[in-house]
Protein backbone atom coordinates (compact mmCIF):
# COMPACT_ATOMS: atom_id res chain seq x y z
CA UNK A 1 0.00 0.00 0.00
CA UNK A 2 1.69 3.24 -0.36
CA UNK A 3 1.76 6.00 1.62
CA UNK A 4 0.23 8.69 -0.38
CA UNK A 5 -2.84 9.93 1.27
CA UNK A 6 -4.98 9.41 -1.41
CA UNK A 7 -4.39 5.96 -1.27
CA UNK A 8 -4.15 4.91 1.71
CA UNK A 9 -7.58 2.85 2.47
CA UNK A 10 -8.78 2.92 5.82
CA UNK A 11 -10.14 -0.07 7.36
CA UNK A 12 -13.52 0.11 9.34
CA UNK A 13 -11.96 -2.82 11.81
CA UNK A 14 -9.15 -3.06 13.70
CA UNK A 15 -5.81 -4.64 12.87
CA UNK A 16 -3.67 -5.96 15.96
CA UNK A 17 -0.48 -3.29 17.06
CA UNK A 18 2.47 -6.05 18.38
CA UNK A 19 3.13 -4.27 22.02
CA UNK A 20 -0.91 -3.25 22.70
CA UNK A 21 -3.11 -5.42 24.36
CA UNK A 22 -6.94 -4.65 25.20
CA UNK A 23 -9.59 -5.89 27.54
CA UNK A 24 -13.07 -4.55 29.19
CA UNK A 25 -15.26 -5.52 31.61
CA UNK A 26 -18.91 -5.13 32.90
CA UNK A 27 -18.45 -3.30 36.36
CA UNK A 28 -21.99 -2.13 36.49
CA UNK A 29 -21.43 1.85 36.09
CA UNK A 30 -24.48 2.94 35.24
CA UNK A 31 -25.83 0.31 33.07
CA UNK A 32 -25.41 -3.88 33.48
CA UNK A 33 -25.90 -4.41 29.78
CA UNK A 34 -22.73 -4.08 28.20
CA UNK A 35 -18.74 -3.56 29.23
CA UNK A 36 -17.99 -0.42 30.43
CA UNK A 37 -14.05 -0.77 31.79
CA UNK A 38 -11.24 -0.84 29.79
CA UNK A 39 -7.65 -1.84 30.23
CA UNK A 40 -5.05 -0.81 27.59
CA UNK A 41 -1.45 -2.69 27.97
CA UNK A 42 1.89 -0.90 26.45
CA UNK A 43 4.56 -2.95 26.19
CA UNK A 44 7.72 -1.74 27.80
CA UNK A 45 9.83 0.75 26.14
CA UNK A 46 6.45 2.39 24.00
CA UNK A 47 5.83 5.80 24.04
CA UNK A 48 2.65 7.52 24.61
CA UNK A 49 1.36 11.34 23.88
CA UNK A 50 -2.08 12.93 24.54
CA UNK A 51 -3.78 16.14 24.36
CA UNK A 52 -6.84 16.92 26.14
CA UNK A 53 -9.41 19.21 26.85
CA UNK A 54 -9.63 22.92 27.30
CA UNK A 55 -12.25 23.10 29.53
CA UNK A 56 -11.42 24.73 32.62
CA UNK A 57 -13.23 22.30 34.87
CA UNK A 58 -11.45 19.92 33.73
CA UNK A 59 -12.36 16.15 35.28
CA UNK A 60 -9.88 14.74 37.84
CA UNK A 61 -8.53 11.87 35.54
CA UNK A 62 -7.63 14.48 33.19
CA UNK A 63 -5.37 16.36 35.79
CA UNK A 64 -3.97 13.19 36.96
CA UNK A 65 -3.46 12.11 33.74
CA UNK A 66 -1.25 15.11 32.63
CA UNK A 67 0.54 14.51 36.02
CA UNK A 68 0.81 11.04 35.40
CA UNK A 69 2.54 12.02 31.66
CA UNK A 70 4.67 14.85 32.99
CA UNK A 71 6.32 12.13 35.60
CA UNK A 72 6.67 8.23 34.03
CA UNK A 73 6.42 6.30 30.79
CA UNK A 74 2.93 5.01 30.74
CA UNK A 75 2.16 0.91 30.74
CA UNK A 76 -1.25 0.94 31.43
CA UNK A 77 -4.73 3.14 30.36
CA UNK A 78 -7.47 2.63 32.22
CA UNK A 79 -11.01 4.03 31.18
CA UNK A 80 -14.15 3.60 32.64
CA UNK A 81 -17.70 5.26 30.71
CA UNK A 82 -21.13 5.93 32.69
CA UNK A 83 -19.00 8.16 34.91
CA UNK A 84 -17.35 11.30 34.17
CA UNK A 85 -15.62 11.90 37.46
CA UNK A 86 -15.87 15.19 37.05
CA UNK A 87 -17.45 18.31 39.27
CA UNK A 88 -16.49 15.66 42.59
CA UNK A 89 -13.60 18.26 43.64
CA UNK A 90 -10.75 16.32 46.43
CA UNK A 91 -13.06 13.62 46.43
CA UNK A 92 -12.63 12.98 42.56
CA UNK A 93 -8.87 13.77 42.45
CA UNK A 94 -8.82 10.76 45.67
CA UNK A 95 -10.97 8.16 43.73
CA UNK A 96 -8.98 8.67 40.32
CA UNK A 97 -5.61 8.38 42.24
CA UNK A 98 -7.14 4.89 44.51
CA UNK A 99 -8.24 3.74 40.75
CA UNK A 100 -4.67 4.03 39.37
CA UNK A 101 -2.93 2.81 42.85
CA UNK A 102 -5.08 -0.32 42.64
CA UNK A 103 -4.25 -0.83 39.18
CA UNK A 104 -0.20 -0.42 39.86
CA UNK A 105 -0.48 -3.00 42.61
CA UNK A 106 -2.33 -5.57 40.69
CA UNK A 107 -0.40 -5.30 37.26
CA UNK A 108 3.30 -4.63 39.47
CA UNK A 109 4.24 -1.03 37.52
CA UNK A 110 4.39 2.17 39.70
CA UNK A 111 1.16 4.04 40.01
CA UNK A 112 2.20 6.86 38.05
CA UNK A 113 2.71 4.37 34.60
CA UNK A 114 -1.38 4.32 34.80
CA UNK A 115 -3.11 6.92 33.08
CA UNK A 116 -7.10 6.97 34.03
CA UNK A 117 -10.01 8.10 32.04
CA UNK A 118 -13.45 8.73 32.58
CA UNK A 119 -16.49 9.76 30.16
CA UNK A 120 -20.17 9.53 31.40
CA UNK A 121 -22.04 11.81 33.87
CA UNK A 122 -20.85 14.95 35.60
CA UNK A 123 -21.05 15.90 38.73
CA UNK A 124 -21.27 11.99 40.38
CA UNK A 125 -19.08 10.15 42.80
CA UNK A 126 -16.71 7.36 41.10
CA UNK A 127 -17.93 3.99 41.85
CA UNK A 128 -14.36 3.01 42.79
CA UNK A 129 -15.12 -0.44 44.67
CA UNK A 130 -16.88 -1.75 41.25
CA UNK A 131 -13.86 -0.59 38.58
CA UNK A 132 -11.40 -2.45 41.20
CA UNK A 133 -13.91 -5.65 41.41
CA UNK A 134 -13.06 -6.54 37.84
CA UNK A 135 -9.48 -5.61 37.34
CA UNK A 136 -8.17 -9.01 37.95
CA UNK A 137 -10.47 -10.14 35.32
CA UNK A 138 -9.25 -7.17 32.98
CA UNK A 139 -5.24 -8.16 33.60
CA UNK A 140 -6.36 -11.78 32.79
CA UNK A 141 -8.23 -10.89 29.48
CA UNK A 142 -5.82 -8.94 27.95
CA UNK A 143 -5.06 -9.88 23.94
CA UNK A 144 -4.21 -8.03 21.06
CA UNK A 145 -7.70 -8.53 19.31
CA UNK A 146 -9.40 -6.37 22.05
CA UNK A 147 -10.12 -3.09 20.38
CA UNK A 148 -13.13 -3.66 18.86
CA UNK A 149 -14.65 -5.02 22.19
CA UNK A 150 -12.86 -1.61 23.59
CA UNK A 151 -14.17 0.68 20.87
CA UNK A 152 -17.76 -0.53 22.32
CA UNK A 153 -16.96 -0.64 26.14
CA UNK A 154 -15.99 3.24 26.17
CA UNK A 155 -19.45 4.38 24.46
CA UNK A 156 -21.86 6.35 26.19
CA UNK A 157 -24.48 7.76 23.90
CA UNK A 158 -22.97 6.50 20.65
CA UNK A 159 -25.16 3.96 18.45
CA UNK A 160 -21.89 2.20 16.99
CA UNK A 161 -18.65 1.72 17.87
CA UNK A 162 -16.07 3.84 16.18
CA UNK A 163 -12.67 1.99 14.96
CA UNK A 164 -10.41 2.77 12.06
CA UNK A 165 -7.53 0.75 10.76
CA UNK A 166 -4.48 1.34 8.19
CA UNK A 167 -1.56 -0.95 6.99
CA UNK A 168 1.00 0.94 4.75
CA UNK A 169 3.94 -0.21 3.04
CA UNK A 170 7.06 2.29 3.48
CA UNK A 171 10.14 0.89 1.66
CA UNK A 172 11.36 -2.62 3.04
CA UNK A 173 8.44 -2.07 6.28
CA UNK A 174 5.16 -2.80 6.93
CA UNK A 175 3.56 -0.68 9.88
CA UNK A 176 0.04 -0.47 11.34
CA UNK A 177 -2.26 2.50 12.90
CA UNK A 178 -5.31 1.55 14.76
CA UNK A 179 -7.50 3.97 16.65
CA UNK A 180 -10.88 4.07 18.95
CA UNK A 181 -12.70 6.81 19.43
CA UNK A 182 -16.12 7.20 21.32
CA UNK A 183 -18.22 10.54 20.46
CA UNK A 184 -21.39 11.40 19.88
CA UNK A 185 -22.89 14.97 21.36
CA UNK A 186 -20.65 17.16 23.60
CA UNK A 187 -18.49 17.60 20.01
CA UNK A 188 -16.80 21.01 19.70
CA UNK A 189 -12.90 21.82 18.82
CA UNK A 190 -10.61 22.50 21.51
CA UNK A 191 -11.33 18.80 22.33
CA UNK A 192 -15.07 17.59 22.47
CA UNK A 193 -16.92 14.95 24.69
CA UNK A 194 -14.57 12.34 22.83
CA UNK A 195 -12.05 9.70 23.93
CA UNK A 196 -9.53 8.36 21.18
CA UNK A 197 -6.94 5.94 21.23
CA UNK A 198 -4.28 5.55 18.67
CA UNK A 199 -1.50 2.94 18.21
CA UNK A 200 1.52 2.10 15.72
CA UNK A 201 4.19 -0.37 16.13
CA UNK A 202 6.83 1.90 14.95
CA UNK A 203 9.09 2.92 17.29
CA UNK A 204 8.92 6.91 17.32
CA UNK A 205 10.78 9.72 19.75
CA UNK A 206 8.57 11.67 21.86
CA UNK A 207 9.31 14.87 20.46
CA UNK A 208 7.86 13.64 17.31
CA UNK A 209 5.53 11.39 18.36
CA UNK A 210 3.94 15.05 20.30
CA UNK A 211 4.44 16.50 16.44
CA UNK A 212 2.38 13.75 14.59
CA UNK A 213 -0.59 13.95 17.48
CA UNK A 214 -0.36 17.54 16.95
CA UNK A 215 -0.80 17.83 13.71
CA UNK A 216 -3.22 15.00 13.29
CA UNK A 217 -5.88 16.18 15.57
CA UNK A 218 -5.95 19.68 14.16
CA UNK A 219 -7.22 18.25 10.92
CA UNK A 220 -9.58 16.01 12.78
CA UNK A 221 -11.12 16.00 16.02
CA UNK A 222 -10.44 19.77 16.62
CA UNK A 223 -12.55 20.33 12.51
CA UNK A 224 -15.64 19.17 13.57
CA UNK A 225 -18.37 19.92 15.57
CA UNK A 226 -22.26 18.77 16.96
CA UNK A 227 -23.26 21.13 19.09
CA UNK A 228 -20.90 23.64 20.46
CA UNK A 229 -20.69 21.83 23.73
CA UNK A 230 -16.28 21.09 24.95
CA UNK A 231 -16.41 18.28 27.87
CA UNK A 232 -14.62 18.19 30.68
CA UNK A 233 -13.08 14.81 30.02
CA UNK A 234 -11.78 15.03 26.39
CA UNK A 235 -8.46 13.43 25.65
CA UNK A 236 -6.57 11.66 22.39
CA UNK A 237 -3.71 9.41 22.74
CA UNK A 238 -1.40 8.42 20.28
CA UNK A 239 0.95 5.28 21.50
CA UNK A 240 3.84 4.21 19.84
CA UNK A 241 5.35 0.43 20.81
CA UNK A 242 8.64 0.36 18.66
CA UNK A 243 7.93 -3.36 17.66
CA UNK A 244 8.44 -3.05 14.33
CA UNK A 245 11.79 -2.37 12.63
CA UNK A 246 10.54 0.98 11.53
CA UNK A 247 11.94 3.85 13.53
CA UNK A 248 11.39 7.62 13.10
CA UNK A 249 13.48 10.71 14.67
CA UNK A 250 12.75 13.78 12.61
CA UNK A 251 10.36 15.27 11.21
CA UNK A 252 11.91 15.92 8.24
CA UNK A 253 12.12 12.59 7.08
CA UNK A 254 10.10 10.83 4.85
CA UNK A 255 9.03 7.89 7.50
CA UNK A 256 7.51 10.34 9.25
CA UNK A 257 5.80 12.12 6.41
CA UNK A 258 4.66 8.26 5.89
CA UNK A 259 3.56 7.91 9.56
CA UNK A 260 2.12 11.24 9.78
CA UNK A 261 -0.63 10.40 6.73
CA UNK A 262 -1.67 7.08 8.52
CA UNK A 263 -2.12 8.49 11.39
CA UNK A 264 -3.97 11.77 10.52
CA UNK A 265 -5.88 9.14 7.59
CA UNK A 266 -7.44 7.08 11.08
CA UNK A 267 -7.76 10.20 13.11
CA UNK A 268 -10.24 11.93 10.19
CA UNK A 269 -12.03 8.67 9.97
CA UNK A 270 -12.70 8.24 13.66
CA UNK A 271 -13.32 12.36 13.62
CA UNK A 272 -16.23 11.89 10.41
CA UNK A 273 -17.84 8.59 12.77
CA UNK A 274 -18.37 10.77 15.72
CA UNK A 275 -19.82 13.76 13.33
CA UNK A 276 -22.04 11.05 11.69
CA UNK A 277 -23.09 9.65 14.77
CA UNK A 278 -23.91 12.80 16.48
CA UNK A 279 -26.84 12.44 18.80
CA UNK A 280 -29.62 12.48 16.44
CA UNK A 281 -28.10 13.45 13.26
CA UNK A 282 -29.28 12.41 10.18
CA UNK A 283 -26.80 14.13 7.98
CA UNK A 284 -22.93 14.89 7.91
CA UNK A 285 -22.08 18.48 6.19
CA UNK A 286 -18.28 19.70 5.33
CA UNK A 287 -18.72 23.34 5.39
CA UNK A 288 -16.30 24.68 3.40
CA UNK A 289 -15.32 28.57 3.51
CA UNK A 290 -12.62 29.49 1.01
CA UNK A 291 -11.65 33.02 -0.64
CA UNK A 292 -10.44 34.48 2.67
CA UNK A 293 -7.34 36.80 3.77
CA UNK A 294 -6.22 34.13 6.75
CA UNK A 295 -7.09 30.69 7.56
CA UNK A 296 -8.62 31.81 11.24
CA UNK A 297 -10.77 34.00 9.27
CA UNK A 298 -12.22 31.14 6.96
CA UNK A 299 -12.41 29.26 10.33
CA UNK A 300 -14.23 31.79 11.94
CA UNK A 301 -16.78 31.97 9.63
CA UNK A 302 -16.82 27.58 8.68
CA UNK A 303 -17.60 27.49 12.77
CA UNK A 304 -20.53 30.22 13.04
CA UNK A 305 -22.11 28.80 10.18
CA UNK A 306 -21.57 25.06 11.32
CA UNK A 307 -22.93 26.00 15.37
CA UNK A 308 -26.11 28.02 13.56
CA UNK A 309 -29.30 26.44 15.14
CA UNK A 310 -31.04 27.93 12.34
CA UNK A 311 -28.45 26.60 9.82
CA UNK A 312 -28.41 23.18 11.48
CA UNK A 313 -32.21 22.52 11.79
CA UNK A 314 -32.92 23.77 8.01
CA UNK A 315 -30.54 20.86 7.61
CA UNK A 316 -32.38 18.16 9.43
CA UNK A 317 -35.25 19.73 7.49
CA UNK A 318 -33.78 19.35 3.85
CA UNK A 319 -34.70 23.05 3.42
CA UNK A 320 -32.00 25.01 1.35
CA UNK A 321 -32.55 28.19 3.37
CA UNK A 322 -30.07 29.85 2.29
CA UNK A 323 -30.83 33.11 3.74
CA UNK A 324 -29.95 31.17 6.92
CA UNK A 325 -26.46 30.49 5.88
CA UNK A 326 -25.72 34.11 4.62
CA UNK A 327 -27.17 35.54 7.80
CA UNK A 328 -24.52 33.27 9.70
CA UNK A 329 -21.88 34.45 7.38
CA UNK A 330 -22.39 37.56 8.08
CA UNK A 331 -22.55 37.73 11.82
CA UNK A 332 -19.36 35.84 12.04
CA UNK A 333 -17.19 39.33 12.73
CA UNK A 334 -15.37 39.97 9.66
CA UNK A 335 -15.59 43.53 9.73
CA UNK A 336 -14.78 44.43 6.22
CA UNK A 337 -16.52 41.80 4.60
CA UNK A 338 -17.89 42.77 1.10
CA UNK A 339 -21.63 40.81 0.98
CA UNK A 340 -21.49 41.07 -2.96
CA UNK A 341 -18.23 39.03 -2.84
CA UNK A 342 -19.78 36.14 -1.27
CA UNK A 343 -20.92 32.65 -2.92
CA UNK A 344 -22.67 29.87 -1.47
CA UNK A 345 -23.18 26.68 -3.14
CA UNK A 346 -24.78 23.47 -1.67
CA UNK A 347 -21.78 20.59 -3.72
CA UNK A 348 -22.45 21.51 -7.27
CA UNK A 349 -25.54 23.85 -7.05
CA UNK A 350 -24.87 27.40 -7.16
CA UNK A 351 -27.42 29.03 -4.54
CA UNK A 352 -26.02 32.78 -3.29
CA UNK A 353 -23.86 35.65 -5.30
CA UNK A 354 -23.42 39.23 -5.04
CA UNK A 355 -25.19 39.33 -2.27
CA UNK A 356 -28.53 37.85 -2.96
CA UNK A 357 -30.34 34.38 -4.39
CA UNK A 358 -28.27 32.95 -7.89
CA UNK A 359 -29.76 34.03 -10.88
CA UNK A 360 -30.05 30.61 -11.89
CA UNK A 361 -30.97 28.76 -8.61
CA UNK A 362 -32.56 25.83 -8.71
CA UNK A 363 -34.35 25.10 -4.97
CA UNK A 364 -35.68 21.02 -6.55
CA UNK A 365 -31.86 20.73 -7.45
CA UNK A 366 -30.36 22.44 -3.91
CA UNK A 367 -33.46 20.27 -2.06
CA UNK A 368 -31.73 17.13 -3.90
CA UNK A 369 -28.54 18.13 -2.47
CA UNK A 370 -29.53 18.02 0.76
CA UNK A 371 -31.53 14.45 0.80
CA UNK A 372 -28.12 13.32 0.62
CA UNK A 373 -26.49 11.82 4.08
CA UNK A 374 -23.36 13.74 3.13
CA UNK A 375 -22.52 16.65 1.21
CA UNK A 376 -20.60 20.14 1.00
CA UNK A 377 -21.59 23.72 2.10
CA UNK A 378 -18.87 25.57 0.25
CA UNK A 379 -18.70 29.57 1.04
CA UNK A 380 -16.55 31.57 -0.77
CA UNK A 381 -15.55 35.03 0.49
CA UNK A 382 -13.75 36.85 -2.25
CA UNK A 383 -11.63 38.29 -0.02
CA UNK A 384 -8.52 35.87 -0.42
CA UNK A 385 -6.83 32.61 -1.27
CA UNK A 386 -6.95 31.07 1.99
CA UNK A 387 -9.51 28.40 3.03
CA UNK A 388 -10.54 25.61 6.05
CA UNK A 389 -13.41 23.51 6.57
CA UNK A 390 -15.29 22.21 9.68
CA UNK A 391 -17.37 19.11 9.37
CA UNK A 392 -20.76 19.47 11.41
CA UNK A 393 -24.14 17.55 11.41
CA UNK A 394 -28.19 18.37 12.01
CA UNK A 395 -29.96 19.52 14.77
CA UNK A 396 -33.14 16.85 15.14
CA UNK A 397 -35.87 16.75 17.42
CA UNK A 398 -33.70 13.59 18.70
CA UNK A 399 -30.76 15.56 19.84
CA UNK A 400 -33.22 16.71 22.46
CA UNK A 401 -34.73 14.14 23.28
CA UNK A 402 -31.63 12.40 24.02
CA UNK A 403 -30.34 14.55 26.56
CA UNK A 404 -33.45 15.57 27.97
CA UNK A 405 -32.86 11.61 29.21
CA UNK A 406 -29.28 11.60 29.55
CA UNK A 407 -29.18 10.93 33.28
CA UNK A 408 -32.31 8.88 33.71
Excluded at 124 to 153: C, F, H, N, R, Y
Excluded at 329 to 337: H, P, Q, T, Y
Aim: proline share 2%.
Amino acid sequence: MSTDQTAIVVEKSARPIKGVRLATACAGIKQTERDDVTLIELTEGSRCVAVFTQNRFCAAPVVLAKQHLAQATPRYLLINSGNANAGMGEIGRADATASCLELSKKAGVDQTAVLPFSTGVIGQPLAVDKITAVMDELITALEEDGWSAAATAIMTTDTVEKVASVQCQYGDDSFTVTGIAKGSGMIHPNMATMLAYIATDVGVSKEVLSQCLSTAVSQSFNSITVDGDTSTNDACVLMATGQNTLHIDSVDSSSYKALSTAVNSVCKALAMAIVADGEGATCVVHVEVSGGQSVAECRQVADTVALSPLVKTALFAQDPNWGRVLAAVGRAGIADLDADKVTIYLDEVLIAESGSRAANYDEQAAKRVMERQEYRLCIGLGRGAEAAQVTTCDLSYDYVRINAEYRS
